[in-house]
């Protein structure tokens, strides 16, 4: 986040902050899930309110720092709906971060960051996490 913050600070950009969520698999997005306050509500209902709820002291953030901030949620496969955000937006720059897996662990679980460099059209700024595998 702070790398997004100095490129926004430094060329006076505006920031679409993103959080994809993916429904489990074999769960429809009608299926009823607890709520807050002992309701219940459908699960696709409940992954975007949790998924704002994540977005909320980032975008507030991003606010303080006078930097312009359009959080969005989109659900889906992570590079795919990062890659169609990108496009409809029309994007001059992806900054995501990456956990830096490798071997076995990349293996089996991929790389979103990979699919999104190998397929964005627009330059795709990435930024090592702290504790990452090497």
């Known amino acids: 986040m702070e790398h997004a913050v100095g490129l926004a600070q430094k060329y006076g950009a505006e920031v679409a902050l993103l959080h994809v969520y993916e429904l489990p698999t074999g769960l429809l997005p009608t299926t009823m899930v607890p709520g807050a306050?002992?309701?219940?509500?459908?699960?696709?209902?409940?992954?975007?309110?949790?998924?704002?709820?994540?977005?909320?002291?980032?975008?507030?953030?991003?606010?303080?720092a006078?930097?312009?901030?359009?959080?969005?949620?989109?659900?889906?496969?992570?590079?795919?709906?990062?890659?169609?955000?990108?496009?409809?937006?029309?994007?001059?720059?992806?900054?995501?971060?990456?956990?830096?897996?490798?071997?076995?662990?990349?293996?089996l679980i991929g790389s979103v960051t990979e699919q999104v460099l190998r397929r964005a059209a627009c330059p795709v700024y990435v930024v090592r996490e702290p504790g990452g595998d090497d």
Not at 42 to 63: I, T
Request: proline content about 6%.
């Open 37 to 64: 306050a002992g309701t219940l509500l459908p699960l696709r209902d409940y992954l975007v309110a949790e998924s704002r709820r994540q977005l909320l002291p980032q975008a507030e953030s991003l606010q303080r």
């Open 66 to 107: 006078g930097i312009p901030v359009h959080p969005q949620v989109a659900e889906g496969l992570a590079a795919d709906a990062i890659l169609r955000a990108a496009d409809e937006l029309k994007a001059d720059l992806i900054v995501m971060g990456t956990h830096g897996r490798t071997g076995l662990g990349r293996m």
